[in-house]
């Protein structure tokens, strides 16, 4: 497994402003993703982090709306744009070690409130 | 279509009862794999275990167990002796062989182990 750490834990934000989530791993990593949870929802995913390249968005998920960087094999970090109280919700990064192994290792998430 | 489903939506048991969670999955891949995750409360995602489509062997770690069934496309999961520190939401998910980073969870099923 991996040990995964993100910034911040909770926050709450006013509309129309952005939060920059970080992610950060301790050892270097192939795959790393982004996902939502909606409050009493499952996870879906946002997209997936490619290190030195754009992000791949799932559908429904535009890069406009939510910016991802990832600039090494330990960190990402994905940005909420514009935010309105329909994006309160946890975001959770997640880890692939093994490329096609298929498990993920999760972070203990984001917790954003959106006023 | 690809997908998973958690039928039961809210489990509640008592203490030291045991409870199956059920868990039924749709795919036209023949390699697969199928997991569980753990919420608890704290919100961080914990993964208890992954199986490969080729393996039909049932699992069994301490309390838990799992039986996985191709013929009905099951993948059920067991507590037996359950405890207060099992209340949590428990998914079910499933990734592809030829698309291991994309994982499709279902809906969950929230579990309350009463003392």
């Known amino acids: 497994s991996a040990v995964i750490s993100q910034k911040p834990s909770r926050d709450i934000c006013q509309r129309g402003t952005s939060l920059t989530i970080q992610c950060q791993v301790d050892s270097q990593v192939t795959m790393m993703f982004w996902y939502r949870q909606q409050p009493g929802q499952s996870l879906t995913l946002i997209a997936t982090a490619n290190q030195g390249s754009e992000a791949t968005y799932e559908s429904g998920f535009v890069i406009d709306k939510f910016p991802i960087s990832r600039p090494n094999l330990t960190f990402s970090t994905l940005t909420v744009s514009n935010m309105s109280p329909e994006d309160s919700s946890i975001y959770l990064c997640?880890?692939?070690?093994?490329?096609?192994?298929?498990?993920?290792?999760f972070g203990p998430g984001t917790r954003l409130t959106v006023l | 279509a690809q997908k998973v489903t958690q039928a039961q939506t809210e489990i509640s048991v008592v203490e030291k009862e045991d409870v199956t969670l059920d868990c039924v999955y749709e795919?036209?891949?023949?390699?697969?794999?199928l997991f569980w995750y753990k919420q608890p409360p704290s919100g961080e995602l914990v993964f208890l275990i992954r199986?490969?489509?080729?393996?039909?062997q049932n699992e069994i770690s301490g309390r838990y167990s799992w039986n996985f069934q191709k013929s009905t496309s099951s993948f059920n999961f067991t507590i037996t002796a359950s405890q207060v520190v099992d209340s949590a939401v428990y998914f079910c998910a499933l990734s592809f062989y030829s698309s291991a980073s994309k994982i499709i969870f279902g809906s969950g099923t929230r579990l309350s182990i009463r003392p």
């Open positions: 997640s880890v692939s070690i093994l490329a096609g192994e298929g498990e993920q290792f």
């Open positions: 795919t036209r891949d023949t390699t697969y794999y």
């Open positions: 199986r490969n489509s080729f393996d039909e």
